[in-house]
């Protein structure tokens, strides 16, 4: 299984971006999706996260302005960020949890990792 992010860039204060993740490979189901971001000198971050019952949890540092979605059919899951800040500055990595279709065991698998560069 492998993740494939893309949608980051620069972008002004203030400004929106959208992320996204595709998952491709032997792929039975995918329980959890999320979004980490790790900024400069800092740990790596939970971002937010979406459950196979599409409920939602962020982080209280992006909540109301980021939403996070998941479309099953394709095996995606997107960030849309708005109202960016510099403190968004950071490099975002997707995460699914997949069930392997031979063992029945789910894996978190990463994806490569986006830089969102938010300038002030």
């Known amino acids: 299984v492998q993740l494939q992010a893309s949608g980051g860039g620069l972008v002004q204060s203030g400004g929106s971006l959208r992320l996204s993740c595709a998952a491709s490979g032997s792929i039975s189901s995918i329980n959890t999706m999320a979004w980490y971001r790790q900024a400069p000198g800092k740990q790596r971050e939970l971002v937010a996260f979406i459950r196979s019952d599409t409920r939602t949890t962020y982080a209280d540092s992006v909540k109301d302005r980021f939403t996070i979605s998941r479309d099953d059919a394709k095996n995606t899951v997107d960030l849309q960020m708005n109202s960016l800040k510099s403190e968004d500055t950071a490099v975002y990595y997707c995460?699914?949890?997949?069930?392997?279709?031979?063992?029945?065991?789910?894996?978190?698998?990463w994806g490569q990792g986006t830089l969102v560069t938010v300038s002030s």
């Open positions: 995460t699914q949890d997949v069930k392997s279709s031979s063992s029945g065991l789910y894996f978190r698998h």
